[in-house]
């Protein structure tokens, strides 16, 4: 019989199974590296500045997959598809979304199998945010 007690096991989230902070940060950060020189999507980032942009990237990430609460503390409910609703995300948009999340991912050398679930997730959010035709 198992000597430890249910309640003191406890399974880890995602987030820390991959590295934690400094992995998404890393993903994020080389997905925007590869944004910054995107004629199709740099200008859906009108800061001048992406640094603001992959901080609520990478906050929204830590915290989907159970880190801290960072984001929603700052920024309330993600709401992803209102917060894109004001740029045209089309195919075209979407495949270059998906061609620098790629990089980004692949550079990460995760697990076979974290990397899988990263990526399923990363492939539904990137269909989902599709508001436009063509």
Sequence with gaps: MNDIPRSTV?????????????TFRRLVHRFYQGVAEDPLLRPMYPEEDLGPAEERFA?????YWGGPTTYSENRGHPRLRMRHAPFQVDAAA??????HMRVAVDELALAPEHE??????????AASMINTAG
């Design 59 to 63: 906050l929204f990430l830590m915290q």
């Design 94 to 99: 979407h495949d270059a979304w998906l061609k």
């Design 116 to 125: 899988a679930k990263l990526w399923r997730y990363l492939t539904y959010a």
């Design 10 to 22: 406890q399974e880890q989230t995602f987030y820390e199974l991959v590295g934690g902070e400094d």
